[in-house]
């Protein structure tokens, strides 16, 4: 083991770290004797966790051939965070396969993160806004609640409030990606490492501050559609992904010389942070297809929204959703409405 001064750094010394080949076909250190089989167990247990329910999404978004600008759109809003478990284990997967390539691999993981966190957002709102409806007209029917600090009064939260997310959300997609950007130039990320993992964290506890606002704020409209397990899906996996990275450059910092191949520390690292967060994961990826599913792009009106959960009929989403109410105060022939993917349909007894 040599010191990590022994090793090439900086932009443009990858080209001399180990490939996939070399990691295959020659010596390599004793620890991917264990970070190869994690990774590769955590990236098949994900996919076969999550893929049945994505294949479910896809066939119910393709089920009506000519499917609304708000079904469309939903649809992007939902596919992205319940696949993120799935693409980040595949990333990580090759992260540890391939230790050259770590540091571009990293950025796409970024990328990942701040897309996930954004289409979630936009997924919220999409949900408090009725699919394509009016935000500042459904913002006031809200309940009022505490919004930004548990000692403010309660009050229903407004489009300032709405855009003050959306800022705090756009601040961490932009520190993110820059960060793992960065973080190219080894040299000056580990001079600096306290004020990147100061900024970093601090970063993703404003966007999930931000979207724990608004959660709380439309929690009647969104109870109905496993938000808390859909928001912790993104926060379990991307605090996992942040966290393991941070905990492992606390403890390896030399690079190991292998034959003629250098494996620096921060490539160590990102293979320990790579292979834990594929397992990590597993779990996150069995939360999201119990969370995520085709039903999120159905859009039930306020009076079936209403009804009892047993008296919905069955419907694929781009098939007409028919609903039966026998409320109180609603004549047992009244008819009902229906709006699938943006469109109302009737529905008559």
Known sequence: MASSDSCAHGIGAAMEWPSFW???MEPHPHAYNYLIPMASAGF??????LVPMLVRLVLARRADKEP???MKKRFVYL???ASAPLVIAALKFVVVMAPRVWK????????????AFFCFLQLILDFIGGGGGDLAAALPRLTPSKL???????????????LAARVLVGQFMVV????????LNDDWAKAHNSFIAIVDTVSLVLCVVAELTLIRAGHDVLSQHNIHAKFWTMKGLFVANTFTRRFFSRFITESQHIGGLCYTGETLVSGFSAASTALIAVPVALLAACAFGPQDLLFPTEAVANCPATD??????????VAECEGEGEGEGDDVDVEVGGRQEPSRE
Do not use: N
Request: proline fraction near 5%; glycine fraction near 4%; charge should be negative.
């Open 176 to 183: 993110v990606i820059a960060l793992s950007i960065v973080e």
């Open 44 to 49: 098949a247990l994900t996919a076969a966790a």
């Open 104 to 115: 571009i691999f990293g950025i796409l993981s970024a990328c990942v993160e701040a897309a």
């Open 312 to 321: 919905a009929a069955e419907s694929s989403a781009g098939s007409s959703a």
């Open 79 to 81: 596919f992205v965070p």
């Open 68 to 70: 609304p600008a708000a």
């Open 148 to 162: 930004w600090c548990c000692c403010s009064s309660a009050r229903v939260p407004t489009l300032r409030d709405v």
């Open 22 to 24: 070399q990691l295959m």
